[in-house]
Nanobody, 116 residues
Framework: QVHLVESGGGLVQSGGALRLSCATS????????MAWYRQAPNKERELVAT???????NYTDSVQGRFTVSRDWARAAMYLQMSSLTPEDTALYYC??????????WGQGTQVTVSS
């Protein structure tokens, strides 16, 4: 069974930083693309960043230059380093595998709250 487990969320002041982690199991991590999504209250879930199996990342414009995605192949984990956080970054952040064994997979989400 595929499992994605996020951690690292919390409450941070505007301008602060957090690192989110996504621990994976049940996937061939070395060949599986992954992504981070987020969903704020009363807004649709939006794509934050994608990362290829080799570690090449792309970001949505609103986080470009502030967020960095990385992969640890030894630990089968994906990370999201977030800096210069603003209240607009407040959301539930999800780890995502777009396609594996016929469907997409999601973690349970970790809450990031940025105070002004």
């Amino acid at each position: 069974q595929v499992h994605l487990v996020e951690s690292g969320g919390g409450l941070v002041q505007s301008g602060g930083a957090l690192r989110l982690s996504c621990a994976t199991s049940g996937i061939n991590f070395k060949i599986t693309p992954m992504a981070w999504y987020r969903q704020a209250p009363n807004k649709e879930r939006e794509l934050v960043a994608t990362v290829t199996p080799g570690g090449s990342a792309n970001y949505t414009d609103s986080v470009q230059g502030r967020f960095t995605v990385s992969r640890d192949w030894a630990r089968a984990a994906m990370y999201l380093q977030m800096s210069s956080l603003t209240p607009e970054d407040t959301a539930l952040y999800y780890c995502n595998v777009p396609w594996y064994r016929g469907r997409t997979y999601w973690g349970q989400g970790t809450q990031v709250t940025v105070s002004s």
